[in-house]
């Protein structure tokens, strides 16, 4: 009698020559001791650490009924899998039995039972009377692939002979309580997989049914240690990131944990390369180590990270955060807080009182966001001096986000890492007493998953320059919408689904705003730069491309008005898994010329200068890219400051505008140079200086 697996019936066990009746008998098929076999060989496999390449299989039934066939051995073991143990079982027990299948079938092959057909000589039979090879109709779900692939190179062993895997269905008891009660070494199904669900891993599931005494060849071992372990701290908190282990000890790494020294404080990711670890004293220096652990257990820690010391008023973090790689999903831009009329927070942020608003669960957002990119804009502030938008409230924060004078409406474009519950905290910056208005508009999100695209950072192209006619012919018309082409131009492929670049306002005859977006719109209801006349402005931003590839930009203005449009583009998003993940990051300065953070002095105008990203600020070696927030002070001169991955000296493109007095900032999504740098030059007239800062945000890794 035949059963199929799970439901009321047991897995299906495969009897053998003397066992077939009485199995039959009792509807219970079975596996038992191998048979005395022939001196002859069939396959004639011989290696007991190797698993053949092939299996003859006698086929009695279907439309090959009466054929031997040669199969690739483990397409075999693949087959049967479906036939013999759920997909839903867990995983664990289902990787014991594949080693079970697996090792059932390679006895055969080394020990031929004379069996001999209209095809020639084969080592098993396709039904009851070994194990179920059904091609045309049972199909192995991911599960059973994964459990195969996962234990390929294991065999196992006793007192130095090779295990003939016997299994039998067994009852519903206790892990192992029914092992080594039928006579021999059997693996019972219904009870192994209690020691599944009870944690026990597929190679201890085979020492309790086939030990003791079994050795268990290629099993995985522990993970190996992560390594360019970084550390960047803040107020009674450090931000620790990593690189993964160079061996995940043959099974997939199921988390990391980082302890601090002294103290051992700690926090731990499911597979994220980066976290917070709280509680820590100020004032007191500590490294940290991390340590990787799998199913097999923890490996060894990794080296010290740096030193940091905590500080006070030292900003965000001040709560641990779990942060990890995410992918990306652009959306229409949506207006998530504004503070003129109650939209997130009602009423005006008051200088120096962090104030906390939703970002996740609105406007489309997910619950399960990470982090967001968008465009902050600061208006009606009674005061002159800065903005921080992070995942945290921090109420003396290190970074600023926009940098603003008294009566401007200015606006920044970031990516910026989801606080606790999907949240985002925002402070004024200036002296007590004075308020200010605050505007969010989100263009896109992270989640921790595969459901969204990859980014690939390139070195920045101008795709669009309405002074010279790349991308559109002649200044923009005020509400006028005008489309260009950004997919299949500049090394932005196809199937391109969002871009980061820096949008840049020029030779306008009046102040407001503009609007880019997948969409033409002659009324937007969000913008993406606002200006004053006569400035030359630029602002970063990551927006979804329309159908086609295509932005839109409208100049939001009076009637008659115009104005030229630069955007210059410094990656872009596939909707797959061949470009880098997102991994936000607490904010941390790893550039400050003003105290030799990164660089030792000024710019000098027009002369390149490189500094460390990757192992500064949480960044680890294998990134690819990093957002954050790029800022001017005490420039000589006005002009522009282009940020990239390799150092030019006439940069055909600027990342930031500014004229002379301005304490100017621009967000930024740019592609690392070789070894995980940056490069700055300062646009101007020979002679001239300027300091600058650079706060990052977050890094794309593969």
Known sequence: MTHRPGGAHRPRIRPLAAAVLLAAAFCLPAIVRPPVVHAAACTGWSSTTTPPPTIRVYRSSGPAAGTVQTVDFETYVKVVM???WPQSWSMEALRAGAVAIKQYAWYYTMHWRGGSGPGGCFDVVDNNNDQVYKPETETPAASHISAVESTWAESITKN??????GYRPGTNVACGADAHTAGGNYLMQRSALNCARAGQTGEEILQIYYGPGLVIRGAPGLPGAPTAVTAAGSDSSATVSWSAPASDGGSAITGFTVTSAPGGMTCATTGALSCAVGGLTNGTPYTFTVTATNTVGTGLPSAPSNSVTPEAGGGPPSQPITIGGATYHPMTPTRVLDTRNG?????????????????AGVGGIPANATAVTGNVTVADETAGWAVYLGPVPAANPPTSTVNFLAGQITGNGLTVALGSGGTLSATYISNPGNKTDLVFDVTGYFTPDASGATYHPMTPVRLLDTRNGTGLSGKLSANTPATFVVAGVGGVPSNAVAVSGNLTVANETAAWAVYLGPAPVAAPTSSAINFTKGQIKGNS???????????SATYMSNPGNKTDLVFDVTGFYTPDSTGSVYVPLAPARVLDTRTGTGISGKLSANTPAAFAVAGAGGVPSAATGVTGNVTVVNETAGWAVYLGPAPIANPPTSTINFTVGQIAGNGVTVALGSGGTLSATYMSNPGNRTDLVFDVSGYYAP
């Open 82 to 84: 479906p036939a013999e």
């Open 160 to 165: 130095g002979t090779f295990v003939f895997t």
């Open 343 to 359: 939209t997130g927070l009602s009423g005006k942020l008051v200088a120096n009182t962090p104030a906390t608003f939703a970002v």
């Open 541 to 551: 931003l990551t927006v979804a491309l329309g159908p086609g590839g295509t932005l």
